[in-house]
């Protein structure tokens, strides 16, 4: 490896400034005469998208060359499979090796707020602790080899109305416990080669020009070593950006930015060291990643394997009513939805890939069981909303005689896509009419669902079985056909919540916004979080997911059940199969705060594993929580903080199947900083027992104000005195201790109290 990084000081300043921009689309500039290459980076996430030479924007699909397109994020996060993460990186890792692309924009671990954003399904999760894990297994996968993820859009780009100019507020502890979270984990955890800023503001800042999100936070609070890189054409003022910590900016302006950088250097405007050092991270990029010169061409066959197999984890059985699936392999199936023959296997926008090869669910079937009937009719037009009589009528005759049906519906591109957020959770008018129409005269109905978010289901109840294939990847219709035979066991999970109705959704009222200003008013409350605590029902919760085996929940058992927040806690918990054919289960540890000062959710997923069980085997797992599992962001001290006191420990087979509880005690070492002043409540001085004594000596001076010593404020409801006590600032003291305090003694007892 050449040693580019040092080179800084051998460049001249219009040098150094050449580096923080692109060349082209998608290529950085080089160093010619220092023989520095230029390196290319290139979509992402789910795929390598290299577009050929002469194209030259970013939304074209067949002028890139083939790659292998695995299952969109979405998917991916749905098999909540950590190695399988790792391995999907990998692939990716040696594909952009033998094309020699250096850096692949991905993956995008932004939150899911709203189930309308256009481009959720290139984002993995409402939960920021699963989203973290498996894109921090993405990155150091595809980073086992020489080229550099791109940790993407940082943030709190939630949604893509206005997305280039929304301003996204969002108060501090939302900001850190949701949107900031699943970045934090995967820069400390990976350190992704680039972060890729996001378009939209964040507080009335752009995220490309915050010093706090792109230095404060992401290197100095979480030492993120790469650099940073926009969003594609996400700079408003280009030295604000680079002074903010925006080492590149993509892609070319034709060299405008660099002579910005050139002039705001001479004119005094901007110190050259920034210059400098923005540079050498550049060419730190350039030194890690630069192409080799013959690399060697990866196996199409084995990554075209490997995508039917990370498909098949990727598709979650939501329904199965009376062993309706697998299906027999002699079955009479009937096949409707033009999704069959037409698959619609990745979203739309600049994620798109040129496929090496598609397979088909129909051709797959015919695969899987040659000997079985099976006949299909398209029973919509996809590229339309419009019902056709014909279509319908179709379907109904083909359907006769049927031993099942398999309706295959979805959602088009022109309903959720990069670049736009949907209107509405509701599947096409047209395929909506199918379904109706065919469950009123078949009973064995099995949907099979594309689509790259939740979309309502009024339908649900008139269907046997369903399953969320989202957008599967090239080989969707073989992992598919597997999944419907038995061949293999579905084995995936929700990693988001599918509401019954748009109503209900946490960002219902603030979403996406007004003119470029949306308020996150939700809060952390988002996905389970919210409808936990709203005791509201979903559709299908957070986490649900169906096997064709059975599994039972036998115990768990924790290494301490009282700790400090410096300790760690080793949680064991044991599955049985308890079905006939093997399975894999996926563990899910959620905690929650008994009692909080603060306003907590009802439980948050801090722990999960996935475990292969044959029939009749059980397993064992441990799962490790640390003080972070406990804590909630306190904005006082700008720290993670955990309260003294218990919490439980929930284990499921969903966010709301708890099939095991288990308690343990937390004592925090950090006290909370005081700052009393006589606005202070008295209920909170009586409660924190480094102010309590001292104030039940005061309060004893005076015979009214004795009472108050003597009250217990913990308790769940008050009667009127203490109720209003509680609630009563210091300086009430005044007025209501028969002369006792005096804003003298006030004063003095102010300062005691502060110097506890
Ligand atoms: C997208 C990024 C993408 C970039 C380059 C932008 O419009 O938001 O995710 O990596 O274009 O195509």
Known sequence: MKNYRNMVTELTLEEKASLCSGLDFWHLKGIERLNVPSIMMTDGPHGMKKQRPDANDHLGVFDSVPAICFPSAAGMASSWNREMLFEVGEALGEECVSEQVSVLLGPGVNIKRSPLCGRNFEYFSEDPFLASQLATEQVKGMQTHPIGASLKHFAVNNQEERRMTVDAQVDERTLREIYLAAFEGVVKEAQPATVMSSYNRVNGEYAAESERLLTTILRDEWGFKGAVVSDWGAVNYRV?????????????????????????????????????????????????????????????????????????????????????????????????????????????????????????????????????????????????????????????????????????????????????DRHHLRLPDNQLALIERITAIHENVIVLLSNGAPVEMPWEKDVQAIFEVYLGGQAMGGALSDLLYGDVNPSAKLAETFPIKLEDTPAYFNFPGENDVVTYNEGIFVGYRYYDMKAMNTLYPFGHGLSYTEFTYEKMTLSKKNITDKEMVDVEITVRNTGAVAGKEIVQLYVADVKSTVKRPLKELKGFEKIMLD????????????????????????????????????????????????????????????????????????????????????????????????????????????????????????????????EEKLATFLNQLNQV
């Open 240 to 420: 604000a950006a680079l002074k903010a910590g925006l080492e590149l900016d993509m892609p070319s302006n034709n060299g405008y930015s660099d002579t910005l950088i050139v002039s705001a250097v001479k004119n005094g405007e901007l110190d050259e060291a920034v210059v400098d050092q923005a540079a050498e991270r550049v060419l730190r990029l350039i030194e890690m990643t630069a192409p080799q010169t013959n690399p060697a061409q990866y196996n199409k066959e084995a990554h075209h394997k490997l995508a039917r197999r990370v498909a098949s984890e990727s598709m979650i059985l939501l329904k199965n009513d009376a062993g309706m699936l697998p299906l027999q392999k002699t079955e009479n199936i009937v096949v409707l939805g033009e999704l069959a023959e037409k698959p619609r296997y990745q979203g739309s926008g600049s994620s798109k890939i040129n496929p090496t090869k598609i397979e088909s669910l129909l051709d797959e079937m015919h695969k899987s069981a040659p000997d079985a009937l099976i006949k299909y009719a398209a029973g919509y037009d996809m590229a339309s909303d419009d019902l056709s009589e014909t279509l319908i009528e179709e379907a109904i005759t083909t359907a006769e005689k049927a031993d099942k049906i398999i309706l295959f519906v979805g959602l088009p591109d022109r309903f959720e896509s990069e670049g736009y």
């Open 615 to 742: 029939p009749g085997e059980e397993k064992t797992i441990t799962i490790t929580l640390n003080n972070r599992s406990f804590s909630y962001y306190d904005t006082a001290i700008q720290d993670w903080h955990i309260e003294s006191g218990e919490f439980e420990i929930l284990v499921g087979r969903s966010s709301a199947q708890i099939e095991l509880k288990e308690t343990l005690t937390v004592n925090s070492t950090v006290l909370l900083p005081l700052k009393i002043n006589r606005n202070t409540t008295i209920g909170d001085i009586m409660l924190d027992p480094r102010t309590s004594e001292i104030a039940k000596k005061h309060f004893n001076q005076s015979e009214l104000a004795s009472n108050i010593a003597k009250m217990d404020f913990t308790a769940e409801t008050l009667e009127l005195g203490p109720a209003m006590l509680k609630n009563m600032p210091l300086r009430g003291l005044i007025n209501f201790s028969q002369g006792y305090f005096t």
